[in-house]
């Protein structure tokens, strides 16, 4: 065999298999590769759609919570206002208790001076009872000298 037909027969078979290829080999291997980037393009549109929606939805996220903070800080400066507004009210209320049981302890007060000062004059006339019958040595009748044992308590 010679070098050439060798070779011409290697051209043919190498032909052979190119055309055999180019026929059914390439054409899968090429559309399972159109596919593949197909795939990759459609996952890096996702992946950008996803991105944009992610982002969009981190400016919600901080819109709402800032939205939430404003209404906390409404909130708390309200409940500060009700809760001065109980304390201002209690403590009036606590004066105004304070005051009537002030008046009430002074009336009372009031009242056992009278109440002592009417006993003090009550003993007081009894002692000057005793003490005029001790110097008269004899018994007073307090039935018939009333009126001037009541001048005598009105006096002291």
């Known amino acids: ?5 060798t070779l011409i027969i290697q051209v043919i078979v190498f032909l052979l298999l190119v055309g055999f290829t180019m026929k059914f080999v390439w054409p899968p291997i090429a559309t399972a590769l159109d596919e593949r980037a197909r795939k990759i393009a459609e996952g890096l549109a996702a992946a950008d759609k996803a991105k944009s929606e992610l982002a969009s939805a981190n400016r919600r996220v901080e819109e709402e919570l800032a939205k939430s903070r404003n209404e906390t800080a409404v909130l708390l400066a309200d409940a500060q206002r009700r809760g001065q507004a109980i304390v201002d009210e209690a403590k009036v209320r606590a004066t105004e208790e304070a005051n009537k049981i ?48 009541n001048r005598l308590q009105t006096e002291l």
């Open 102 to 149: 002030i008046a009430a302890a002074r009336a009372e007060a009031e009242q056992q001076t009278v109440k002592a000062r009417d006993a003090l004059r009550e003993q007081v006339a009894a002692l000057a009872v005793k003490g005029a019958e001790q110097i008269l040595r004899k018994e007073v009748n307090a039935g018939v000298h009333a009126e001037l044992l």
């Open 1 to 5: 065999m010679s070098i050439t037909g």
